[in-house]
């Protein structure tokens, strides 16, 4: 079993839509959740941090962790043609060696 | 400077050669780390450094790579004898190290050996 699982997409909505995108998780002492956003040829820039449980809203953008599930996800409000990107999960015991998912390929289209 | 900057930022060579990829990373960040992305898939976890030393090298897949970071600022990877499963997106990425910034990546060094 790998360490956190996504699901690969592709996701395709329409523009405005409420889009969730969610990992799992297998190793209960993981404290740190962060969620970035790639464009194709770019590095991974960070979008949330949560730091243990609990829900963190950002503009359009809200992050939740539940770690009694071991199931963290991203929301994404109104979303935008801009907002088409692969979404990667990530979580660490600590920041200094984080474990990613495979991304969600995420299309919102006009 | 303003990012993480990696060059360079595609880089073919053949099997067997020796490559060394380069980072610069954001002024004043004293944590960078490196990490693969082979193509449909998440960045893994090579090496992270605090400073000048490497304080977790664990995810260097084997001895044929290496990191140097001599100055705490600028890092090289280096990797000796490349064959053709080391094809992918090198990522490097720097902190402030305390733990509650996340990190800031670069635009990567895409790796191809023939």
Redesign the interface.
């Known amino acids: 079993q790998k360490e956190?699982e996504?699901d690969?997409g592709p996701l395709s909505v329409p523009e405005g839509a409420i889009v969730s995108l969610n990992c799992t998780y297998s190793n209960s002492a993981f404290q740190?959740f962060?969620w970035?956003r790639q464009y194709s040829?770019?590095?991974?820039?960070?979008l949330m941090?949560t730091?243990s449980s609990g829900n963190k809203e950002d503009g359009r953008f809200t992050a939740q962790v539940d770690k009694s599930s071991k199931y963290i996800s991203l929301f994404i409000r109104d979303s935008q043609p801009s907002d088409s990107a692969t979404y990667?999960c990530?979580v660490g015991v600590?920041?200094?060696?984080?474990?990613?998912?495979?991304?969600t390929r995420l299309q919102v289209f006009p | 400077g303003a990012g993480?900057s990696q060059t360079p930022s595609n880089k073919v060579t053949e099997k067997g050669k020796y490559v060394e990829l380069r980072c610069d990373p954001i002024s004043g960040h004293t944590?960078l780390?490196w990490?693969r992305q082979s193509l449909?898939?998440?960045?893994?976890?090579l090496i992270?450094f605090?400073g000048t030393g490497a304080?977790?090298d664990?995810?260097l897949p084997n001895d044929r790579f290496f990191a140097v970071r001599p100055e705490g600022s600028v890092s090289t990877l280096k990797i000796q004898r490349t064959e053709r499963g080391d094809s992918a997106v090198y990522?490097c990425?720097s902190?402030t190290g305390t733990?509650?910034?996340?990190?800031?990546?670069?635009?990567?060094t895409r790796l191809t050996v023939v």
Not at chain 1, 94 to 103: H, P, Q, R
Not at chain 2, 40 to 45: I, L, M, S, V
Not at chain 2, 99 to 108: E, V, W
Request: proline residues 5%.
């Open positions: 956190v996504q690969p740190y962060m970035y040829r770019k590095g991974p820039e960070l941090y730091y990667l990530a600590n920041t200094d060696k984080l474990i990613f998912g495979t991304g | 993480v944590a780390y990490y449909g898939q998440g960045p893994e976890f992270y605090q304080a977790d664990s995810g990522l990425a902190s733990g509650g910034d996340g990190y800031t990546f670069g635009s990567g």
